[in-house]
């Protein structure tokens, strides 16, 4: 009777093994889909951790304009779709890739040669990692230096919303007089960027703006527009306020000899 039972219990089993084995592989599988899909993700998380302690895993150079290098690259070339970005131009030589991208003025003043103002940012990328960025001088005319590496470093704490395809952070800087930058003058604008796309009268002063976009239609990167607001009297600029690159910016330069002034930027980059 012993054994006659012992055998009926056996077949009884595999089939009872057979759907826990499927079951299992079945969850396996599942996590592995998730795995795959959330690699974005994961190397999203990553960067924040390396922004987090920007000087340990990035490299600043700020001549000519800024050159943003990374010292254990984690974006992939792949991962920018995630954001929508599509440059201009490629350029491979060798394991390196460099993505071009070019915005050029909404407006062209008679006289002014469009090429002169045009807005360029470079992306490398070597055995596709994402391992510098190069920005011009002239795009620091809508942004000082120091407020663009404090946004940089803010995305260190940035909020990724993977159903929107964005990562938002915002900054608050209060700077004493000696270290604010230099305020730009309506000459300097004119020199940087030309003659605005719009000016207007207000009380608070003169509001000058100026518009960029894409210089082609593969291009996908967002667009720049920007209000400079300068002083009624001295014509230095007091105020900047815009998009750049889908991140809005807020700047206050206070006048010499002011109290501690202030310097807001709010960064929100998405897709374009």
């Not at 690159?245 to 807001?264: E, K, T």
Request: some cysteine; glycine content about 8%.
């Amino acid at each position: 009777m012993s054994q006659p039972g012992a055998r009926a219990a056996a077949p009884g089993a595999r089939p009872g093994w057979r759907r826990l084995r499927r079951g299992a592989l079945a969850a396996a599988g599942a996590a592995a889909c998730l795995l795959l899909g959330g690699c974005i993700y994961l190397r999203l998380l990553e960067l924040k951790h390396q922004l987090a302690d920007f000087d340990h895993y990035f490299a600043v150079d700020l001549h000519d304009g800024l050159k943003l290098t990374c010292r254990e690259p984690v974006l992939l070339d792949e991962d920018m779709a995630f954001f929508h970005l599509a440059p201009e131009s490629r350029q491979r030589a060798g394991v390196a890739e460099r993505w071009h991208f070019r915005w050029v003025k909404a407006n062209t003043a008679p006289g002014e040669d469009p090429r002169n103002y045009e807005m360029a940012v470079d992306f490398i990328y070597v055995n596709h990692k994402l391992t510098s960025v190069l920005l011009p001088e002239r795009f620091f005319t809508f942004m000082p230096k120091p407020f663009f590496l404090a946004m940089v470093k803010a995305f260190g704490q940035a909020n990724v919303d993977e159903a929107r395809r964005t990562a938002s952070a915002s900054v608050h800087l209060d700077l004493g007089p000696d270290q604010a930058p230099p305020r730009l003058s309506r000459a300097d604008l004119t020199a940087m960027l030309g003659a605005p796309l719009e000016t207007r009268e207000t009380p608070a002063g003169l509001l000058w703006r100026y518009r960029y976009q894409a210089a082609s239609r593969d291009q996908h990167s967002g667009w720049i527009d920007v209000t400079f607001m300068l002083d009624p009297a001295t014509h230095a600029v007091r105020h900047i306020h815009g998009v750049v690159f889908n991140g809005r910016i807020d700047l206050d330069f206070p006048a010499p000899g002011a109290q501690p002034g202030s310097a807001n930027p709010a960064a929100h980059e998405g897709r374009p």
